[in-house]
């Protein structure tokens, strides 16, 4: 069964830093795109940044500048790293992949989501 589990979140004075950490587990083949999301409290939840599977990223216009999204192909592994970060972005931040399940001789595509870590930014 296929996972995606969470780190680095945590509470942050404004104009500091952070790196999320999103590793996938399970019976993996291949991995897609992989995202970031955030849902502030009685917000919805927004695309922050993310990864295609090639290379390519894309980034809200709220965190261009600050945020840099990456992966590890060969950890499974998804980071954020979140700069000058602001008391706007205090949410709980999620992620997700498109992934292909299985084994060589059969296997499917899903999407999947992590429970989430919470970032707080206050002084």
């Known amino acids: 069964q296929v996972q995606l589990k969470e780190s680095g979140g945590g509470l942050v004075q404004p104009g500091g830093s952070l790196r999320l950490s999103c590793e996938a587990s399970?019976?993996?083949?291949?991995?897609?795109?992989m995202s970031w999301y955030r849902q502030a409290p009685g917000k919805e939840r927004v695309l922050v940044a993310a990864?295609?599977?090639?290379?390519?990223?894309t980034y809200a216009d709220a965190v261009k500048g600050r945020f840099a999204v990456s992966r590890d192909k060969a950890k499974n592994t998804l980071y954020l790293e979140m700069n000058n970060l602001k008391p706007e972005d205090t949410a709980v931040y999620l992620c997700?992949?498109?992934?292909?399940?299985?084994?060589?001789?059969?296997?499917?595509?899903?999407?999947?989501w992590g429970q989430g870590t919470q970032v707080t930014v206050s002084s």
């Open positions: 399970g019976s993996i083949v291949s991995i897609a795109d």
């Open positions: 990864s295609g599977v090639y290379g390519s990223t």
């Open positions: 997700t992949a498109f992934i292909q399940e299985g084994t060589r001789a059969w296997s499917k595509w899903n999407d999947y």
